[in-house]
């Protein structure tokens, strides 16, 4: 796999002009705070209008919308798992967001997609094992499909790009 096709970005998500951006829902999908309340504001009220047809979407799934105001053409909705600890497969339930968000991007032939780090805010999940995640499930999933031509982590704060960049070094 060549190596350009990981990148870091530190930096607010709603403004990229990628694709597609990944959004860390909750299983309403009907907004909330975090980086779900900052894109459905940048998005503007028909992404919720939208987002109400869905029927919600479980942990570890993902379901993909209209950009609506945003730059990017794709939102695509995850639903990351509240950390308890780690003994309640929460690895694996973030790992199955990075893999069903990664599948919708390549069935759409979507060639950018930027993820804000899944379960990492009011989720509680640890910053340094959602990177390992996220980074290896893509790395993974980018080894046999040539679409997402290039996956975006946006890191919101210093600590986070640098966890993201140690891990990428590796
Ligand atoms: N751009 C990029 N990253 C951001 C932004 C932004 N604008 N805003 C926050 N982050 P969180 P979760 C980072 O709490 O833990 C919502 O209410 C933030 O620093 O948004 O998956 C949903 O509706 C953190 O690293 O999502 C759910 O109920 C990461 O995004 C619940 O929160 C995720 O933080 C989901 O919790």
Redesign the pocket.
């Known amino acids: 796999m060549k190596k350009n096709r990981l990148e870091i970005i530190k ?4 403004n990229l002009n990628v694709d597609a951006i990944v ?4 299983s ?1 999908l009907l ?9 459905h504001k940048a998005a503007g009220p028909e992404l919720m209008e939208e987002c109400e047809k869905l029927n919600g979407c479980s942990m570890g799934d993902a379901k993909i919308t209209g950009g609506h105001s945003l730059k990017a053409k794709y939102i695509i909705h995850t ?2 798992p ?1 950390w308890h600890g780690g003994y309640k497969d929460e690895p694996e339930v973030l790992a199955s967001c990075y893999q069903s968000s990664l599948k919708l991007a390549k069935d759409k032939k979507i060639k950018t997609v930027a993820f ?10 640890p ?1 340094d094992l ?1 990177a390992i995640i996220a980074v290896n499930e893509t790395r993974r999933f980018l080894l046999k499909s040539s679409y997402p031509e290039k996956v975006i982590f ?4 210093d600590d ?1 790009f640098e966890v993201y960049r140690k891990i990428l070094k590796q």
């Open positions: 930096g607010d998500i709603t959004n860390a829902a909750n309403s907004g909330g705070g975090g980086v779900d309340g900052a894109i639903v990351g509240v804000p780090g899944i379960s990492t805010g009011v989720y509680g999940f910053k959602a946006v890191a919101y704060d986070s």
